[in-house]
């Protein structure tokens, strides 16, 4: 069903991600597939679809818990890695015992991160030898993978990019702050680990509005309800193209039959998370803060980067330096909650200008 609030598992029940999911298959053969877009564009929905239609070995680590944790540890790392290796087969398990820092009781398998570690790059290596004995692609997706800037102590890149380098293990990297995860993977650095290595790239924007329009009319045809297209058209003024947020629109009409009850419910769930996502943005950002906030209540319409300098300067003032302006402009670029469009800043989501 289309209004199906949990990610779908079915491709009969995405709506209009055929090209995109032709296109991670396709990058699924690759070493390392990058699937972006906005929070709420339904990235989860077209993995999940994926692993279902797709017969491979997959490791899902799901990094959306550390969203409001200031850093991570190689802790923190292996014991999500420990949780998605349960999924495997027992044979599959077996065959990574022999690693140091790897045990098996029953069929739990216990990954150590003590004095006795496993260590990332030996688990890479096995499942790279375990996929070309059993002849099954290995796929790790890491979700949420801008996550992994907070890791402290130890360098993720370098085992992936061994792995990229020497082994048939593959990986898809999701993100929901674009500019987060090419930080993370710092491509263009030449110190980088994976610098100049080639990666598949699958985007995933919002509905348009004809789109947007088309799928909430599906999604009301399988309740055999009829909404009046100017109730849609008003949906799609007030909460853009996300599918997330047309979903929640139409899961609560159906509960409610009613348009401005199911209308006001989406736009003040989807304020409040997009609030809570900025608190959570702002961890370790707590000195520029009210910086962050001006510029967001700046953009709420769009602006340009002299708008911001002349309204920080107003709030504060006094001069501020036009790198920082053009810094703290880009963190939340980065961070997917402001996106350029030529020479003008914009929220990246419609509820998001209604969140400040």
């Avoid at 069903?1 to 949990?6: E, G, N």
Wanted: glycine share 6%; aromatic share 10%; hydrophobic share 40%.
């Amino acid at each position: 069903m289309l209004f199906d609030p949990k990610p779908k598992d079915n491709r009969n029940d995405l709506f209009d991600r055929e090209e995109e999911l032709t296109l991670l298959k396709e990058g699924a053969k690759y070493p390392i597939t990058l699937l972006l877009g906005i929070r709420r564009s339904g990235k989860s929905s077209l993995i999940k679809v994926l692993m279902k239609e797709t017969d491979a070995l997959w490791i899902y680590l799901d990094l959306r818990k550390f969203e409001a944790k200031g850093y991570l540890s190689y802790r923190d790392i292996v014991l999500e890695l420990e949780k998605s290796l349960q999924g495997l087969p027992k044979k599959i398990k077996k065959m990574l015992v022999p690693l140091k820092g790897v045990n098996l009781a029953g069929l739990e398998l216990k990954l150590s991160w003590g004095n006795e570690k496993v260590e990332l790059s030996d688990i890479l290596e096995r499942l790279s030898d375990i996929s070309e004995k059993e002849n099954r692609a290995v796929i790790i997706v890491i979700d949420e993978s801008q996550e992994l800037r907070k890791l402290k102590g130890y360098n993720l890149l370098s085992p992936i990019a061994y792995a990229y380098d020497n082994l048939s293990t593959k990986f898809i990297l999701t993100g929901s702050e674009i500019g987060m995860v090419h930080k993370f993977l710092k491509l263009n650095d030449p110190k980088s680990p994976l610098f100049g290595r080639a990666m598949s790239d699958v985007v995933v924007k919002p509905f348009p509005k004809e789109v947007a329009l088309e799928f909430m009319r599906r999604g009301f045809d399988q309740f055999s309800v009829k909404v009046e297209d100017k109730l849609l058209e008003e949906v799609y003024e007030e909460v853009g193209g996300i599918p997330g947020w047309l979903t929640y629109y139409g899961f609560q009409y159906i509960q409610e039959r009613d348009h401005k009850k199911a209308l006001a419910k989406t736009i003040h769930s989807g304020v409040s998370l997009i609030r809570r996502e900025f608190n959570n943005f702002l961890i370790r950002r707590e000195v520029a803060k009210r910086r962050y906030y001006t510029i967001m209540k700046t953009y709420k319409k769009g602006g340009r980067w002299s708008d911001i300098r002349r309204a920080l300067e107003a709030q504060e003032g006094l001069k501020v330096d036009d790198k920082k302006v053009t810094e703290l402009i880009q963190n939340l670029v980065d961070a997917s909650f402001l996106v350029k469009d030529g020479e003008e800043y914009r929220p990246a989501d419609v509820l998001i200008g209604q969140a400040f």
